[in-house]
């Protein structure tokens, strides 16, 4: 089983900053996928960030040029470096890690618990 935790949230002021991270634990043959997702307050939950396990990254409009995502294959962890955070980034942020389990054959997704970020004076 894979079980992704993520950590790093809290409250922020406006155009503060804040580090999540996500560790995905657990017997792991490959990664292929680590993404943030985020839902706010009566919102529909959304893609914020992803990278592949080749590197690639995308991320959601309202994040570029904001937010920056990477990773340590090593420690099988995502991060999120959010930068320039505004009230309407307040949001459960929630990681996404597609991932082939050891003596797995398939990739399945597997997602953490969440993390409360707060942007607010």
């Known amino acids: 089983q894979v079980q992704p935790v993520e950590s790093g949230g809290g409250l922020v002021q406006p155009g503060g900053s804040l580090r999540l991270s996500c560790a995905a634990s657990?017997?792991?043959?490959?990664?292929?996928?680590m993404g943030w997702y985020r839902q706010g307050p009566g919102k529909q939950r959304e893609l914020v960030a992803h990278?592949?396990?080749?590197?690639?990254?995308n991320y959601a409009d309202s994040a570029k040029g904001r937010f920056t995502i990477s990773r340590d294959n090593a420690k099988n962890t995502v991060y999120l470096q959010m930068n320039s955070l505004k009230p309407e980034d307040t949001a459960v942020y929630s990681c996404?890690?597609?991932?082939?389990?050891?003596?797995?054959?398939?990739?399945?997704?597997?997602w953490g618990q969440g993390t409360q970020v707060t942007v607010s004076s």
């Open positions: 996404k890690v597609v991932a082939v389990a050891a003596g797995g054959i398939f990739a399945h997704d597997y």
């Open positions: 657990g017997s792991i043959s490959s990664i292929h996928y």
């Open positions: 990278i592949t396990g080749g590197g690639s990254t």
